[in-house]
């Protein structure tokens, strides 16, 4: 009896623990109950930045695209570095300002980063890369800066990718000159498998010739990039995996999940990265 109780004593706490490890199924889901994910972050309380809402026939993406700027207060916005940020995959323009990138921005500047402006457009769920005659990236490249023009902003000279928006920023690294890229929670794919399993490239020819992870040798070796990801986020090792070959100017890897909680709490720090570099 006793060593079947210690037996059944050690499965259970090899149990507890591979659970708490997130190492068995349901380990996220009990350390999130725990407390153990890290706290989730929260909008600072200050003055939204000026938010202005465009729509702008993209001919690239064969459809209307909302585009949303986002200037300090009072600032001079023909002169402001632009930080152009790609949302994740069913998000929007607009989502980026329910996420309360506003009030980052203005407590950036306050923080004491120089002013820049924030600017999203729509890029549909196909990571950024073209799909059909769907192509976000080209609308980047060729549409964006035009569009931008017309209002008296600079070409966007920084990224800032979340989730899905993080493919999109290191495909765009390596065709445009920037001076620095901001990770959050990048979603990213170490085979073809999990990449199909989304449903958002058009094939396997496709995706190899976009996913980063596979073209980590084609960006430049100056560029400074930040990455911050979840160690709960289930992008978590595509995420380690391309910090170990790409070697980031940062790589901050905590508790946390794929969640707008986690993108605020660390959302201070990623602006204070790209301002320090803008």
């Known amino acids: 009896m006793l060593v079947g109780g210690l037996l059944a004593g050690g499965l259970a706490v090899g149990y507890g623990a591979g659970m708490l490890g997130g190492v068995l199924p349901g380990g996220t889901r009990l350390r999130r109950e725990l407390g153990l994910t890290g706290p989730d972050g929260v909008v600072p309380d200050v003055p939204a930045a000026t938010v202005a809402a465009q ?21 001079d916005h023909t ?16 989502e980026m300002v329910g ?40 609308m ?8 931008l023009d017309e209002l008296g902003l600079a070409r966007p000279s920084v990224v800032l990718g979340i989730s899905m928006g993080c493919f999109g920023a290191l495909v765009l690294a390596r065709n445009e000159p920037l001076a ?8 990213l794919f170490e085979n073809w498998p999990d990449a199909a399993a989304r ?15 596979r073209h980590v040798a084609d960006l430049p070796p100056s560029l400074p990039i930040g990455i911050w990801c979840g160690e709960e986020d289930p992008f978590y090792p595509a995420a380690r995996r391309f910090a170990e070959q790409a070697h980031p100017a940062v790589a901050a890897f905590e508790s946390g999940e794929h969640s707008e909680g986690y993108w605020r709490r660390v959302m201070p720090s990623v602006l204070g990265f790209l301002g320090a570099r803008a």
């Not at 729509?55 to 600032?75: D, E, F, I, K, Q």
């Not at 930080?83 to 995959?89: A, D, Q, S, W």
């Not at 500047?109 to 990236?137: E, I, N, T």
């Open 55 to 75: 729509v702008r026939y993209s001919a690239a993406r064969g459809r209307t695209v909302n585009l949303v700027t986002m200037v300090p207060v009072s600032a």
């Open 140 to 147: 980047v490249r060729n549409e964006l800066p035009g569009w």
């Open 180 to 187: 620095a890229v901001a990770l959050i929670s990048p979603a």
């Open 199 to 213: 449903n958002a490239f058009a094939d396997e020819t496709t995706w190899v010739a976009s996913e980063p992870l």
């Open 99 to 138: 996420l309360g990138l506003p009030r980052f921005l203005t407590a950036a500047v306050a923080a004491g980063a120089k002013p820049f402006a924030l600017v999203a457009v729509d890029g549909g769920d196909s990571y950024w890369v073209a799909r059909g005659a769907d192509d976000p990236q080209a």
């Open 79 to 94: 002169r402001l570095p632009v930080f152009l940020v790609l949302h994740g995959r069913s998000s929007s323009a607009q």
